[in-house]
């Protein structure tokens, strides 16, 4: 059962994290061009554009993507995991600690993810601002390319992790046999069970 939910929660993660990062793909894409900022005196004026709308829409479905992610796997596994399965194991230890791991690298990727989408976000914003001065002219802020691209590539990495993440957080526990069952700490049976008495 926690396989299956592992699996479809997995599922839903990755379609958004994915959607988020192609979203930021097409945003390079469509970001403003030099040609299309108009000059007013020492006015840049610059004209509404897709780039804008699509790095909303990338940020909103990356944040939710790691808000699954991060619930399904137990709140970063500060919580304890469906079905109070213990840490005793030590496989099961060492598999939490990577889920953890993944799950907070993760949130730094997600979040300078984030960033990069809300820099290239704002300088494609319909607005008008004041030109800067460079020498004896003056000249408008202009995104440089690829700030779209890195967010969509960290968007793609932390959408990777928090799936590891969830997936290790929800597999069931490991257990161990305990000594009495285990056939390596059997017992031989003694003389009087061998000839059948009790």
């Known amino acids: 059962m926690q396989t299956a939910v592992a699996v479809l929660v997995s599922g839903v993660v990755a379609l958004f994290g994915v959607t988020s990062a192609v979203l930021g793909f097409i945003a390079e894409a469509n970001r403003l061009k030099p040609d299309e900022i108009h000059v007013s005196g020492r006015d840049c004026v610059y004209p509404a554009n897709p780039a804008h709308t699509l790095g909303f829409c990338a940020i909103f479905l990356l944040v939710v993507a790691q808000i699954i992610a991060s619930a399904a ?46 820099v290239g976000v704002t300088l494609n ?35 990777s992790l928090g799936i590891m993440s969830c ?18 700490f059997a017992r031989p049976p003694s003389q009087g069970q061998a000839n059948g008495q009790v």
């Open 73 to 118: 796997g137990g709140c970063c596994s500060c919580c304890r995991p469906p079905g109070g399965a213990s840490y005793s194991n030590s496989t099961t230890t060492r598999r939490r600690v990577v889920g953890v791991v993944a799950s907070v690298l993760s949130w730094v990727a997600a979040v300078v993810a984030v960033v990069y989408f809300w």
């Open 125 to 159: 914003a319909p607005m008008t601002r004041r030109a800067k001065i460079a020498g004896p002219d003056e000249e408008c802020y202009l995104l440089k390319g690829g700030i779209f691209v890195r967010a969509a590539v960290l968007s793609l990495v932390a959408t």
């Open 167 to 184: 997936v290790l957080l929800r597999l069931p526990a490991a257990t161990d046999a305990p000594p009495e069952q285990d056939p390596k």
